[in-house]
Structure formats: structure tokens, C-alpha cells
């Protein structure tokens, strides 16, 4: 975290931070998709053979397999699964029509992951063990483009994590218990969601 990243946080609670951090890397992306001509597999040489074939329910498995690698479970402390993160991407993503470009971003990144485990591991992402996943995610960590993908799902992790249950993660406040946060009164009903309200 930067001393501006603590200076924001201190000022105005991490809610601030984390919508200013989602903003910069936004913004970062569509300068690296500007500079590739309004393509991203040109940043990444190893995206020229990803499978296009690879349909969104193979991509979806892909992500989850990501997220519980990222935010493994604990016996004290609850992981991607626990706070049922593929839920609130999926709900956010299917929601909120901001968030289009997210969705194609994240899925078409799920392909060129597969990709490039069957490459380094000669196998789907899904067979191989914890080591050769960290050293799949480490060198799609190495290119700007990879590494802008990866942030983009720790990003939507951490939402999971501090979001109303409303929204499809956090089931019955379990990210709120392990933070030991107590949420703001009253919580948004259904049709009262941020989704909701953006329509009207």
C-alpha cells in the first residue's frame, strides 16, 4: 500500500481506498487495451493459441479453481468457497450492466489461463496440484495484462468478502464474523439492491 493508498484509507475508511484502487486499475486496463489497438491478447504472447472453444461453464470452473488457490479456507478463517465468491462474481457480473467489460475481461482471461496450464503443466488448470498453480498464476502474473486480470479477481475476492449477503456472497455475514465488523442498519432488501437503484 502506497503512503497515499494509508493517507486515503486513514481519512476515509478502506470502502474509499478500495473504490479509488478499483478506479486505477480500471483505468490502467483500458490504457494497456488503447496501447494494443483495443486488443489485450496482444499484450500477452501466450494468448495467440488460447482455446476459444472453451465454453463459460469450463471458464467458470477455471475461475472458481483461481479463487479458492487465491483465498484458500482455513479452519478458523472462512476462503473463496466459504464466502461463496463465484456466486457474487456471477451475480455482480449478470447484475450490474457497468460491469460488461469486467465480465469479458474475467472469462476471456479464464481461457488464456487454461491455456497456459496446459502449456507450463501439460494439463487442465483444474488437474494440476497447488504448486503447479501457483506456477502457472506466477508467470501469468509476469506480463501487465496478466497481472491486471489477477488484480481484477482479488478485487471482486475482496467484495465477496465485505459485501451484503444480499449481493450473493458473504453467506449470513461469514466475511463480517471473521473481520469482526459490524455492518450498517437497515440491509438492503432484494428489490433495494445497488443494482436496483441504478435503474430507476
Not at 50 to 67: F, H, K
Not at 82 to 107: C, H, M, Q, S, V
Not at 138 to 148: L, T
Request: proline share 7%; glycine share 8%; hydrophobic share 40%.
Amino acid at each position: 500500500m502506497t503512503r497515499h493508498d494509508k493517507r486515503l484509507t486513514e481519512a476515509t475508511g478502506p470502502q474509499a481506498w478500495l473504490a479509488e484502487w478499483h478506479g486505477r486499475l480500471l483505468s490502467r486496463r483500458r490504457f494497456l487495451l488503447q496501447l494494443a489497438g483495443g486488443s489485450v491478447a496482444a499484450l500477452l504472447p501466450w494468448t495467440a493459441s488460447a482455446d476459444p472453444e472453451l465454453n463459460d461453464a469450463a471458464r467458470w470452473q477455471v475461475l472458481d479453481r483461481v479463487q479458492q488457490h487465491l483465498f484458500p479456507g482455513e479452519p478458523d478463517a472462512p476462503g473463496a468457497q466459504e464466502i461463496r465468491a463465484l456466486d457474487y462474481l456471477k451475480f455482480t457480473l449478470a447484475n450490474d450492466p457497468r460491469k460488461a467489460e469486467d465480465g469479458r475481461f474475467i472469462l476471456q482471461g479464464a481461457g488464456w489461463l487454461e491455456d497456459m496450464a496446459r502449456r507450463l503443466g501439460q494439463a487442465s488448470f483444474l488437474a494440476l496440484d497447488e504448486e503447479r498453480r501457483e506456477l502457472v498464476l506466477r508467470e501469468i502474473e509476469k506480463s501487465e495484462a496478466g497481472s491486471n486480470w489477477l488484480s481484477l479477481i482479488l478485487l471482486y475476492l475482496i467484495e465477496s468478502l465485505l459485501a451484503d449477503p444480499v449481493y450473493g456472497g458473504n453467506p449470513d455475514g461469514v466475511g463480517w464474523r471473521w473481520l469482526a465488523h459490524i455492518p450498517g442498519f437497515p440491509h438492503p432488501p432484494p428489490d433495494k439492491r445497488y443494482m436496483e437503484l441504478q435503474k430507476l
